[in-house]
């Protein structure tokens, strides 16, 4: 023997349907948020302020970098524009993922042979180079670079 649907079974099941709907939503939009930094600067007016200053200091210098990994060892080529090593009097590098913070490292690279080298070990995925590298006159050239890792961790 079958229930009648009436119009008070069709309401619950409806305010059940989207119920669920907004509990997925508002679970998703948690976990979105308590998972990626969001932030690039405290206040980005301030970091606006002197963008286009840098900016041009920094494309006066002309430095190329070019990061190289084995798996091992990440090693960085900067080379100015006339393809020697640029002269630096201080290197920072952060390699981490683009989402989140929490496997960000780094290395301490040190200068040989006009290369900066590192023992540094990446998952395979995308990861962000972040670099800023002082010339030895102040200016300070900033660079973050796409690097995808597709060795496997052995």
């Not at 119009?7 to 939503?25: D, E, K, M, Q, S």
């Not at 200053?53 to 970098?65: G, T």
């Amino acid at each position: 023997m079958a229930r009648e649907l009436t119009g008070r079974h069709v309401l619950l099941i409806t305010l059940c349907a989207f119920g669920v709907i907004i509990l997925v939503n508002l679970v998703m939009a948690v976990m979105a948020v308590g998972t990626f930094p969001g932030l690039e600067v405290k206040n980005s007016y301030v970091a606006s302020q002197n963008f286009d200053r840098e900016r041009a200091a920094q494309q006066a210098l002309n430095w190329r970098v070019t990061p190289e990994y084995d798996g091992r060892e990440m090693v960085l080529a900067i080379l100015d524009d006339n393809g020697n090593p640029a002269p630096l009097r201080d290197l920072s590098v952060t390699v981490g993922r683009p989402t989140h913070q929490r496997d960000d490292q780094s290395p301490e690279f040190t200068y040989s042979g006009g290369l900066y080298r590192a023992p540094l070990v990446l998952a395979p995925g995308l990861w962000n180079i972040h670099l800023t590298a002082t010339a030895r006159d102040g200016t300070v050239f900033r660079q973050r670079i796409d690097h995808y890792n597709g060795n496997r961790v052995k």
